[in-house]
């Protein structure tokens, strides 16, 4: 059986309360453009972030009705749907936040995390060469030894010889 499991973070709480505080940090986040929390909380609502802004860019009436459920307050639904229509985030496909780490809080050391929306727009990344053709790297000219050291490899060669001569 199931009883009260629901997915998603807990955070600490029971269900309605998880509720009423995503509701109220994703409120936040669209109210400031900027929030200062801790890291579990900005990760549990940055799926409820990119759905509200998914929503706002397909712009439709149940779109609208979704959001405001989500969200709770219909003035900022409809300044989101307006940033949407006026193409704040046409050419970006999901990630509409950035989480940036503070550090450890001092009290309890909950790490903490500013998370904001991205405004920017999206740097293509470069594509790469249709398979780079492999060149073949020259070796390098070996040296010749000098005359000294040719000679004294000589004298090391039949000593080496008068040696194994000597062994049998």
Known sequence: MRHNKKKGMKLGT??????????????????????????????AIRGDVDRVITWAKKGDVASRRL????VGDKDIVREVFEKAAQ??????????????????RKGDAAEIVIMELVTEPVQP???KAAKA??????????????????AEA??????????EESAE
Do not use: C, Q
């Open 14 to 43: 029971d269900a309605s309360h998880t509720k009423a505080m995503k509701k109220s940090l994703v409120r936040a986040l669209f109210e400031n453009d900027r929030i200062k929390t801790i890291d579990v909380r900005a990760k």
């Open 67 to 70: 959001a405001i459920a989500k």
């Open 87 to 104: 193409g704040m985030w046409a050419d970006r496909n999901g990630g509409y936040t950035r989480i940036m780490k503070l550090g450890p």
């Open 125 to 127: 990344k470069a594509k």
């Open 133 to 150: 053709t492999v060149t073949k790297v020259e070796e390098a000219p070996v040296e010749e030894p000098k005359a000294e050291d040719a």
């Open 154 to 163: 000589v004298e090391a060669e039949e000593a080496v010889e008068e040696t």
